[in-house]
């Protein structure tokens, strides 16, 4: 990595772009949880590499893969001891690093989540989950303050405990539902969440278990001849638990039915699926089914949910760019580091590089505990960023957060993120689907022999036509921006200057209240 910067492969805890300056030791390239192993690789990867010099690296999806990475020496691509078969991977050569991921764009027919989702902002909901009587009340609540703020349109997000606790009582046999439940959160729309965990005293786990064939529902150890399988326990949110068996036509058509008829019961339009990545059997130490190594959960489960229709929402991806999924991206952290705010945006480029251009980023503001919680300006910087990707998120309401000039524009923001991003993430959706380019761009999409756009981090282009130039620094009003595209002309949105491309403005203002971008006009 001395000479050549290079993108691609896992998503890492501190994102960034490129990965020269990640730091991790040899372990399995497979997806998990950063929040339980910051250590280790996130939800969202590909056996993808690209290098600044136009060199791919493409390693086959049926060997087993450990990587190291040792910050801006190398990266290092190995068999685990023992596994006789040969590392088998392809190495090919392009002119250039844009021409190179040009030609890695061969995939199975792309399909498009529910664009509808695109210009409706999500707002998570934290009130009380005791009951399913609260939970309503909560709802409702939360929508009446909404509607108060001029905010009553989007998604209302219930999580998974809340979820839980109302499918314990709104479930009902389909057979005695004549027609899909009136929303929970009308006018706006509600989007439920669940996983493919089960915990032990559950009483869906228990039922499973006395229903015989209904035992082999779940991920179990393989077991000696003669004796009856045991299922693979694991945790789960601090609890133990069982995964569902991807393996078994029975459990997916049980849980997807499962889904659909709570999905009806609460009148959802969305469901979001938790715990989608990770290798269970890697974690135990066990050795997994063959069509369980690596990442084959997680490719197996998606293309299940997938079947659910356009507005499946899940928690990774891994092969499955092509489905008509939404991701949802990690948490980050409520402070200006590169595990929050800082991160988001290499985050960005690194999901579309590999394929992934409907992702839902974490809320505005970031959901882990940070240093400055319910600091204005970095959900300012925050909302700003978010504006311009596909989905706009909220977990901690404007109005609790900050004052009323943040509120007012917050309603600027969506209003913007309708009207101008939409229409652009929809006219380059078509251009994804016929040729596999990124939506998302990295300034080296316009640049691509120019070794000063190799390591922007802090910039993203929208197709070929929009720049986005955001504050990431604490307390800073001014920026260098660097203008891709030797030939071309920037015209900028908020004074109506006009740059020439290749070009760096140096120490260029940007108030708390705007956003530097630039719109391609030659």
């Given at each position: 990595?001395?000479?050549?910067?290079?993108?691609?492969?896992?998503?890492?805890?501190?994102?960034?772009?490129?990965?020269?300056?990640?730091?991790?030791?040899?372990?399995p390239?497979?997806s998990?949880?950063?929040?339980?192993?910051?250590?280790?690789?996130?939800?969202?990867?590909?056996?993808?590499?690209?290098?600044?010099?136009?060199?791919?690296?493409?390693?086959?999806?049926?060997?087993?893969?450990?990587?190291?990475?040792?910050s801006?020496?190398?990266?290092?691509?190995?068999?685990?001891?023992?596994?006789?078969?040969?590392?088998?991977?392809?190495?090919?050569?392009?002119?250039n690093?844009?021409?190179?991921?040009?030609?890695?764009?061969?995939?199975?027919?792309?399909?498009?989540?529910?664009?509808?989702?695109?210009?409706?902002?999500?707002?998570r909901?934290?009130g009380?989950?005791?009951?399913?009587?609260?939970?309503?009340r909560?709802?409702?609540?939360?929508?009446?303050?909404?509607?108060?703020?001029?905010?009553?349109?989007?998604v209302?997000?219930?999580?998974?405990?809340?979820?839980?606790?109302?499918?314990?009582?709104?479930?009902?046999p389909?057979?005695?539902?004549?027609?899909?439940?009136?929303?929970?959160?009308?006018?706006?729309e509600?989007?439920?969440?669940?996983?493919?965990?089960?915990g032990?005293?559950?009483?869906?786990?228990?039922?499973?278990?006395?229903?015989?064939?209904?035992?082999?529902?779940?991920?179990?150890?393989?077991?000696?001849?003669?004796?009856?399988?045991?299922?693979?326990?694991?945790?789960?949110?601090?609890?133990?638990?069982?995964?569902?068996?991807?393996?078994?036509?029975?459990?997916?058509?049980?849980?997807?039915?499962?889904?659909?008829?709570?999905r009806q019961?609460?009148?959802a339009?969305?469901?979001?699926?938790?715990?989608?990545?990770?290798?269970?059997?890697?974690e135990?130490?066990?050795?997994?089914?063959?069509e369980?190594?690596?990442?084959?959960?997680?490719?197996?489960?998606?293309?299940?949910?997938?079947?659910?229709?356009?507005?499946?929402?899940?928690?990774?991806?891994?092969?499955?760019?092509?489905?008509?999924?939404?991701v949802?991206?990690?948490?980050?952290?409520?402070?200006?580091?590169?595990?929050?705010?800082?991160?988001?945006?290499?985050?960005?480029?690194?999901?579309?590089?590999?394929?992934?251009?409907?992702?839902?980023?974490?809320?505005v503001?970031?959901?882990?505990?940070?240093?400055?919680?319910?600091?204005?300006?970095?959900?300012?910087?925050?909302?700003?960023?978010?504006?311009?990707?596909?989905v706009?998120?909220?977990?901690?309401?404007p109005?609790?957060?900050?004052?009323?000039?943040?509120?007012?524009?917050?309603?600027?923001?969506?209003?913007?993120?309708?009207?101008?991003?939409?229409?652009?993430?929809?006219?380059?959706?078509?251009?994804?689907?016929?040729?596999?380019?990124?939506?998302?761009?990295?300034?080296?999409?316009?640049?691509?022999?120019?070794?000063?756009?190799?390591?922007?981090?802090?910039?993203?282009?929208?197709?070929?036509?929009?720049l986005?130039?955001?504050?990431?620094?604490k307390?800073?009003?001014?920026?260098?921006?660097?203008?891709?595209?030797?030939?071309?002309?920037?015209?900028?949105?908020?004074?109506?200057?006009?740059?020439?491309?290749?070009?760096?403005?140096?120490?260029?203002?940007?108030?708390?209240?705007?956003?530097?971008?630039?719109?391609?006009?030659?």
């Amino acid at each position: 990595m001395a000479n050549v910067s290079w993108y691609g492969g896992p998503s890492i805890h501190a994102q960034r772009w490129p990965l020269n300056s990640a730091e991790s030791p040899a372990q399995p390239l497979v997806s998990g949880d950063l929040s339980a192993n910051p250590d280790g690789f996130g939800p969202l990867l590909e056996r993808f590499f690209l290098g600044s010099t136009g060199v791919t690296v493409t390693v086959a999806p049926d060997v087993s893969l450990l990587l190291s990475l040792e910050s801006h020496q190398q990266f290092c691509l190995e068999m685990p001891v023992g596994r006789a078969e040969p590392l088998h991977y392809q190495l090919c050569v392009s002119n250039n690093v844009a021409a190179a991921r040009r030609h890695t764009a061969s995939a199975p027919a792309r399909t498009l989540p529910d664009t509808a989702l695109l210009g409706s902002p999500i707002w998570r909901y934290h009130g009380p989950e005791g009951s399913a009587a609260k939970i309503k009340r909560g709802l409702r609540s939360l929508v009446r303050r909404l509607k108060r703020h001029r905010l009553q349109e989007g998604v209302v997000a219930l999580g998974e405990r809340g979820t839980a606790v109302l499918a314990a009582t709104d479930l009902v046999p389909s057979g005695r539902r004549k027609r899909q439940a009136p929303a929970l959160v009308e006018p706006l729309e509600l989007s439920i969440t669940l996983s493919p965990y089960a915990g032990i005293a559950s009483p869906l786990f228990q039922r499973s278990l006395r229903g015989g064939e209904a035992a082999g529902y779940w991920l179990s150890r393989q077991p000696r001849p003669g004796a009856s399988s045991i299922p693979l326990l694991t945790t789960w949110k601090g609890q133990l638990c069982a995964r569902l068996n991807v393996t078994s036509e029975a459990a997916l058509g049980w849980y997807l039915a499962r889904a659909r008829d709570l999905r009806q019961a609460l009148g959802a339009t969305y469901v979001a699926f938790e715990g989608v990545e990770g290798n269970s059997f890697l974690e135990q130490d066990v050795p997994a089914p063959a069509e369980l190594e690596g990442d084959g959960y997680t490719e197996a489960l998606a293309a299940a949910l997938a079947t659910l229709g356009n507005g499946t929402i899940v928690s990774a991806g891994s092969r499955s760019s092509h489905l008509p999924l939404f991701v949802q991206m990690r948490p980050l952290r409520s402070d200006w580091s590169h595990a929050g705010l800082k991160g988001l945006i290499p985050s960005v480029l690194h999901y579309s590089l590999l394929g992934y251009n409907f992702f839902i980023p974490d809320a505005v503001g970031g959901s882990e505990a940070g240093a400055t919680p319910g600091d204005p300006e970095l959900f300012v910087r925050w909302l700003q960023i978010v504006t311009f990707l596909p989905v706009m998120a909220f977990g901690t309401p404007p109005w609790l957060c900050c004052d009323t000039w943040v509120l007012n524009l917050t309603r600027q923001c969506i209003q913007r993120h309708r009207d101008f991003v939409v229409p652009l993430l929809l006219k380059y959706s078509e251009e994804w689907q016929s040729l596999g380019y990124p939506i998302f761009r990295p300034a080296w999409w316009l640049s691509p022999t120019d070794p000063a756009a190799f390591t922007i981090e802090d910039e993203f282009l929208i197709g070929d036509e929009v720049l986005v130039a955001p504050i990431t620094e604490k307390g800073q009003t001014w920026r260098d921006i660097y203008l891709p595209g030797e030939g071309h002309l920037w015209l900028d949105t908020n004074t109506a200057r006009v740059f020439d491309g290749g070009t760096t403005l140096r120490n260029y203002s940007a108030s708390l209240a705007e956003v530097p971008v630039f719109v391609k006009t030659s």
